[in-house]
């Protein structure tokens, strides 16, 4: 279930590259789910690439599945993108810090 919502959110992205009416309808969304908690989010990320650098499903394991399920279709595209714009700044903050150790 979960890669077919991923899946879906995909190609609804895809759609809304290549439409640009499609776009209108997802700036109408307005949900913050993930919490202006960084530290919190930061240390699972940390935690999670100091097991395995090479992880393959990171937003995956960083997403809520009881909140995602819950959600409409323009509010699951929109956590799914804040989720991995999060992701990839605490990655980046994570391998800053170990290589200046």
């Known amino acids: 279930m979960r890669n077919d919502i991923l899946k879906i959110m995909a190609n609804r992205a895809k759609n ?4 640009k009416s499609l776009r209108d ?5 307005s949900i ?5 908690n960084d530290d919190k989010f930061y240390n699972k990320v940390k935690k999670m690439l100091s097991e395995d650098k090479d992880i393959i499903d990171p937003i995956k394991r960083l997403m809520d599945e009881s909140k995602l399920v819950k959600m409409n279709s323009l509010q699951r595209e929109k956590y799914l993108f804040d989720t991995i714009a999060k992701y990839n700044s605490a990655r ?3 391998l800053k810090e170990e290589s200046s150790l």
């Open 16 to 19: 809304r590259l290549m439409n």
């Open 25 to 29: 309808t997802y700036s109408n969304a």
């Open 32 to 36: 913050k789910i993930i919490s202006n």
């Open 92 to 94: 980046e903050r994570f």
